[in-house]
T-cell receptor, first 118, second 113 residues
Framework: KAGVTQTPRYLIKTRGQQVTLSCSPI?????VSWYQQTPGQGLQFLFE???????NKGNFPGRFSGRQFSNSRSEMNVSTLELGDSALYLC?????????????????FGAGTRLSVL | AQSVTQLGSHVSVSEGALVLLRCNYS??????LFWYVQYPNQGLQLLLK??????LVKGINGFEAEFKKSETSFHLTKPSAHMSDAAEYFC???????????FGTGTRLQVFP
């Protein structure tokens, strides 16, 4: 069974540009969550999607957005990039969304997309 | 609000020595607790989870963790370190209020020959 797939693995952008990251969950998983990992702030929750609906959102500005498609694949978009957006962006999938049971909502992570903003 | 605190951002052990990575949680209700490992340039891999069943939880790669309510701790241990255990380890708690997964700041484990 294939794991969580994130593309691309590496991205280099300049300030002011926008970027779209993609995440394909484990087959059968319907919930996708996104995290930002930086040396200074650690792992921070961005948002969670289930059935094409955002269920949960972290404390990030509106420049950060996401969506989920009917096949459970998810994308996140960052507009008007800032230097501080440089980070490893991790996607995690689970069978069911959080709150649906201890086993069904265990999150499995992809390898991440490393974004560098110059 | 629930949170986890990982004591020690860096831990160094010799190969074959005991590994002990500390995690304390803050929660007013029984928590769901997790340990994840991150190898260089990779995502997070689930090591083990506590979901209010057995207090001693066995995970992959020989790791285990014990949930101690009296100490609000969920420390990760391995009897004998291997070079391949060198990685960063994250303790996490699932928030009952928001359902979000809240991570500790991580502990980088170094294993010396």
């Amino acid at each position: 069974k294939a794991g969580v797939t994130q593309t691309p693995r590496y991205l280099i952008k300049t300030r002011g540009q926008q970027v779209t990251l993609s995440c394909s969950p484990i087959s059968g998983h319907r919930s996708v969550s996104w995290y930002q990992q930086t040396p200074g702030q650690g792992l921070q929750f961005l948002f969670e999607y289930f059935s094409e609906t955002q269920r949960n959102k972290g404390n990030f500005p509106g420049r950060f957005s996401g969506r989920q498609f009917s096949n459970s694949r998810s994308e996140m978009n960052v507009s008007t990039l800032e230097l501080g957006d440089s980070a490893l962006y991790l996607c995690a999938s689970s069978l069911e969304p959080s709150g649906q049971g201890a086993t069904k909502n265990i999150q499995y992570f992809g390898a991440g997309t490393r974004l560098s903003v110059l | 609000a629930q949170s986890v605190t990982q004591l020690g951002s860096h831990v160094s052990v010799s190969e074959g020595a005991l590994v002990l990575l500390r995690c304390n949680y803050s929660s007013s209700v029984p928590p769901y607790l997790f340990w994840y490992v991150q190898y260089p340039n990779q995502g997070l891999q689930l090591l083990l989870k506590y979901t209010s069943a057995a207090t001693l939880v066995k995970g992959i790669n020989g790791f285990e963790a014990e949930f101690k309510k009296s100490e609000t701790s969920f420390h990760l241990t391995k009897p004998s370190a291997h070079m391949s255990d060198a990685a960063e380890y994250f303790c996490a708690v699932r928030s009952y209020n928001t359902d979000k997964l809240i991570f500790g700041t991580g502990t980088r484990l170094q294993v010396f020959p």
